[in-house]
C-alpha cells in the first residue's frame, strides 16, 4: 500500500500547489508512481478528467507533474462559488447540490467518507500520494468537521509537513503560531516544516531555523528559494496572471481580459501570458477597457447572468462597442461567448429566479440555460487551418442561431462556435484551445501578432526544473523517511 504526506500551510497561497507539483515530479524522477490528492479545494478553475468530471486545474498540474492521467479522485470535493455566501458542491466530480457556507459546515462530516473512499482507492495503485491542504490548519475555529487539513489527517492518519511563506514576512510567528493554537493531537501530526519564497542568501535565515526548532520540536526540510519561472506554470488564481505581462520583452499584441466577478476556467490565459509578444491585461472592475486593445477576449464564468450585468455594471459594454467599431477583435469563451449573443433564456431558474436577459447582442445567437452540465474532452478541427485543437467543454446551456453558421471549429463533423462581421466577432465553448502552439500561431498571425512560444514542452521544462530547484533546496530524502503507510479509521470508512 502506498505511503503519504500531507503538505499544509501556513494560509492561503503560500504555494502549497506548486511545491506538490514539483514533489511529484521530483519522486517520479527517483522511480515512484506518484499521484497528487486535495480532499477539499474551492476553485472556479477546473479540469475536466479522463473519467467524466471535474477537479482543481492546480490537481490537474499535479497529475501531469506525476506524468498520469488527471481522475476524480485526485480532488473529490470542489467548491465553485456562485455568490458571496454559496458555492456550488462538486462531489468526485459531479454536482450535487448548491449550498450556503453554513449549510456546506453542517454537510461537511459526511462529504468525509467520499474524500477518504477517492483517496483509499489511489493508495491502491499508487507509492507515494502527496496530498495537499487548504488555507490553513490554524483556522480553528473551522477545525470542527474539518476535511481539508487536520480533520483529513486524522481520519487518515497521515504525516503533515508545515510551510510557511517568508516573502510576505513573519513566518517565524506564522509557523510558532501555528502550533500554538492547534491543540496537542494536530500538533503531534506535524513532522517537520519548510520555507518557501525566500529571496536573496538562504543561510542568512540559519538562526530562525533554529529559533522555530526550538520552540516546536520540529526539524526543517529546507529553505527554498523563490523560483522565478513559476509564472511558466498554469495559474491557480487569476490575479497571478496579472503583472506576467510584465515578463515578456518586446510584446506588441495586447490582448484585454475584463475580470468577472466570477471568473471560471481562465487557464486560457496561460498559452497567451507566456508568449513573449503579446500582453495580457486583467481589466480590474472600474477600469475601461484599454482603447489600443488588439483583442478583447471574454473569458469563462460561473454565474453567466450575474457577470453579464456586472459588464454592464463596469460600462465595458459600451467599451466593447467601441474597440468593434475601430476594428478590434473580440473572442468570447464558455460563459463569454454566451454573453456576446442576442439573449440569454433561464426559465428553470438555473443560475437564479427564472428569468430572459438581452445580451451584448454582437453575435446572432441565442442561449437556453439547462440543467445538464456539459463535461466532455474534445478533439477539434480549426476550420481555417485545417489544423487539430484540443480542448474540453465545462458548462452548462445550449447556444444556437444563425451566427452558428459561421462556427470556425468542428468537433465531430459538426461546426462549432459561432462567429459575426467576417469573424471580427467570435465564440465558441473549447476551454484549452490555445495550447496548441500551431493553432494558437495561426490565430495570432490572422490578427496581425506573432507566436513564439512552445507552450506545452514549456510547461513540461519547468516542472522538471521545479522539480531540481525543490532537490537543491529541500530535504527530500528526510520527507520522504517521514511519510507513512495511511491507517483508516473504520468510524471513517464506508
Not at 499508487?126 to 496530498?131: A, P, R
Not at 487539513?149 to 517568508?166: K, Q, R, S, T, Y
Not at 512552445?454 to 522538471?464: A, E
Request: hydrophobic fraction near 40%; charged fraction near 20%.
Amino acid at each position: 500500500m502506498a505511503r503519504a504526506i500531507m503538505i499544509q500551510g501556513t494560509g492561503s497561497n503560500i504555494g502549497k500547489s506548486m511545491l506538490v507539483a514539483g514533489l511529484a515530479r521530483a519522486f517520479v524522477r527517483r522511480g515512484f508512481r506518484v499521484a497528487p490528492f486535495k480532499p477539499q479545494n474551492m476553485s472556479n478553475n477546473a479540469a475536466v478528467t479522463v473519467d467524466g468530471g471535474e477537479i482543481g486545474r492546480a490537481q490537474a498540474l499535479q497529475a501531469l507533474a506525476a506524468g498520469i492521467e488527471p481522475t476524480t479522485d485526485m480532488n473529490p470535493i470542489l467548491l465553485k462559488p456562485e455568490s458571496d455566501v454559496g458555492a456550488q458542491v462538486i462531489v468526485q466530480g459531479k454536482r450535487t447540490a448548491t449550498l450556503k457556507a453554513r449549510d456546506y459546515a453542517r454537510a461537511k462530516p459526511q462529504l468525509l467518507v467520499p474524500a477518504i473512499e477517492s483517496f483509499a482507492r489511489l493508495c491502491e495503485t499508487y507509492d507515494l500520494i502527496l496530498i495537499e491542504g487548504a488555507g490553513s490548519p490554524a483556522e480553528i475555529n473551522l477545525r470542527r468537521g474539518d476535511i481539508a487539513n487536520m480533520g483529513f489527517a486524522e481520519a487518515a492518519d497521515v504525516p503533515v509537513i508545515l510551510v510557511g511563506d517568508i516573502d510576505r514576512g513573519g513566518v517565524i510567528a506564522q509557523i510558532v503560531g501555528t502550533k500554538a493554537v492547534l491543540d496537542a493531537p494536530d500538533a503531534s501530526r506535524i513532522k517537520g516544516f519548510a520555507i518557501n519564497k525566500f529571496r536573496g542568501d538562504p543561510t542568512l535565515f540559519d538562526a530562525g531555523l533554529v529559533a522555530i526548532t526550538e520552540h516546536t520540536n520540529w526539524p526543517s526540510l529546507g529553505v527554498i528559494p523563490w523560483f522565478k519561472d513559476a509564472w511558466k506554470l498554469p495559474a491557480e488564481d487569476v490575479m497571478d496572471i496579472t503583472g506576467r505581462s510584465s515578463q515578456n520583452q518586446g510584446e506588441n499584441f495586447k490582448i484585454a481580459v475584463p475580470r468577472l466577478s466570477r471568473i471560471a476556467n481562465f487557464d486560457d490565459l496561460d498559452p497567451l501570458s507566456a508568449e513573449p509578444n503579446v500582453s495580457v491585461e486583467i481589466i480590474e472592475a472600474g477600469r475601461p477597457l484599454p482603447g489600443d486593445a488588439d483583442l478583447v477576449l471574454i473569458p469563462g464564468t460561473k454565474s453567466t447572468i450575474a457577470d453579464l450585468a456586472y459588464f454592464r455594471a463596469q460600462g465595458w459594454d459600451i467599451d466593447l462597442a467601441a474597440h468593434i467599431r475601430r476594428g478590434g477583435a473580440v473572442l468570447g469563451i464558455c460563459g463569454g461567448y454566451q454573453m456576446l449573443g442576442r439573449e440569454i433564456i433561464d426559465a428553470d431558474g438555473i443560475e437564479g429566479p427564472p428569468t430572459t436577459v438581452a445580451g451584448l447582442g454582437f453575435l446572432d445567437v441565442s442561449t437556453v440555460m439547462k440543467p445538464e452540465k456539459h463535461l466532455n474532452l474534445r478533439e477539434a478541427i480549426h476550420l481555417g487551418t485545417n489544423n487539430p485543437v484540443s480542448g474540453y467543454e465545462i458548462h452548462i446551456g445550449e447556444t444556437t442561431g444563425p451566427d452558428c453558421q459561421n462556427g470556425w471549429l468542428s468537433i465531430g463533423g459538426a461546426k462549432h462556435g459561432a462567429g459575426a462581421r467576417d469573424g471580427q466577432v467570435r465564440g465558441c465553448y473549447l476551454h484549452g484551445l490555445f495550447t496548441s502552439d500551431v493553432f494558437r500561431a495561426a490565430y495570432l498571425a490572422e490578427l496581425g501578432g506573432q507566436s513564439e512560444a512552445h507552450y506545452s514542452g514549456g510547461v513540461q521544462q519547468t516542472l522538471d526544473d521545479l522539480a531540481a530547484h525543490l532537490e537543491t533546496h529541500m530535504d527530500l530524502d528526510l520527507l520522504l523517511s517521514l511519510a507513512q503507510t495511511p491507517c483508516f479509521k473504520e468510524r471513517d470508512h464506508p
